[in-house]
């Protein structure tokens, strides 16, 4: 008997040298001690895709269709999965249906859209073919408004500024406040600060809200009922060396003259795509699992003809493997082709 159980811890422990022991997961046969490899965006192509895309500031992805929230016009740009204009949507002014800086349009489940608009402190709701239905403004004292997304429930997340601190503001589809959270101490004194600076976030595909501080390595993720599932410090070598040269800070004490570390976030198939600068001439991609465990990342070599080197926003494709990003100070829309990490 003993010579059978001494057998069988032969032939597990051939397997475990044949599979590894390691625990980390294998995406196309890489994991995070593999090289950097190189990704190449390449500009869009606004001639010929019928529109001048002048100042794009946000992106949604919408089923297979594009939208970039164009803030040259006021407007919205929503393009097919070949990158053909599909239509135009909005305007100038302060009436329903109008904008005057708008920075972000979600999906509200199958049932229409939402649209943020700084520039008036408002939301507004269209329905599924963009018909104005109502519209509210966000009542506090000076709110400094960073952006907004749409949970798979239906609910509106606006992460906003108040008195030096960083909360989330959730509302109903009418406009009721159903919660506050997340009070973040910042050292931010403008809205152009507040802009470039405040923390990105987005729904991962379990649900949760993942927040990525933009100067700190820091994730954290909220449950479904708004209460903190975890907190990690993220680890790569492009981000080990951004802290060993600007120094490391705590998220009582951000500034706003420290480079960025992280500049947006969006999900992927069962993880997130993360974007940081990493010098004047490159940036780089992150993939995180649904824990904030980095586990690939690749360096990206930005069209030449740009001068602006990070992502201020950034949408990802899981049919095609195009990631979509809009360069820093309305610079432009890049797109590239993401390898497929999961298996």
Not at 3 to 31: H, Q
Not at 264 to 292: C, R, W
């Amino acid at each position: 008997m003993s010579e059978t159980k001494s057998n069988r811890w032969v032939v597990l422990l051939i397997v475990l040298l044949l599979t590894g022991f390691s625990a980390v997961t294998v995406f196309n046969g890489c994991n995070q001690t593999d090289e950097p490899s190189y990704l190449t965006a390449e500009l869009f192509n606004q001639e010929s895709h019928g529109v001048e895309v002048y100042k794009p500031v946000s992106m949604l992805r919408d089923g297979d269709d594009l939208w970039i929230v164009n803030r040259s016009d006021a407007g919205m740009l929503r393009y097919d999965s070949q990158l053909n204009l599909i239509s135009q949507e909005g305007r100038s002014g302060e009436g329903p249906g109008e904008y005057i800086r708008p920075l972000r349009i979600c999906k509200i489940m199958d049932s229409g859209y939402a649209v943020l608009d700084i520039g008036t402190s408002r939301i507004s709701i269209l329905d599924a073919e963009r018909n104005f239905v109502r519209g509210w403004l966000i009542q506090y004292a000076h709110p400094r408004i960073v952006d907004m997304r749409v949970s798979g429930e239906g609910k509106l997340i606006c992460s906003l500024f108040e008195q030096r601190e960083q909360v989330f503001t959730v509302f109903d589809t009418l406009g009721t406040v159903l919660a506050r959270f997340g009070d973040l101490p910042t050292d931010y004194s403008s809205q152009a600060d507040i802009e470039r600076n405040g923390a990105c976030f987005d729904f991962s595909p379990d649900g949760n809200l993942f927040v990525a501080f933009k100067h700190v390595p820091i994730i954290r993720s909220y449950n479904l009922d708004l209460s903190l599932a975890w907190e990690r410090r993220i680890s790569s070598s492009a981000i080990d060396a951004f802290l060993s040269t600007y120094g490391d800070a705590s998220l009582g004490s951000i500034k706003s003259d420290i480079p960025l570390l992280i500049s947006s976030i969006t999900p992927m198939s069962g993880a997130m795509l993360l974007s940081g600068p990493m010098d004047e001439q490159q940036f780089k991609l992150y993939v995180t699992n649904l824990k904030g465990i980095i586990i690939r990342e690749w360096t990206v070599i930005p069209p030449p003809e740009t001068l602006q080197r990070y992502l201020q926003d950034m949408i990802y494709f899981p049919d095609t493997l195009m990631a979509y990003g809009i360069l820093e100070y309305d610079s432009g829309v890049v797109t590239l082709q993401v390898p497929d990490i999961i298996r």
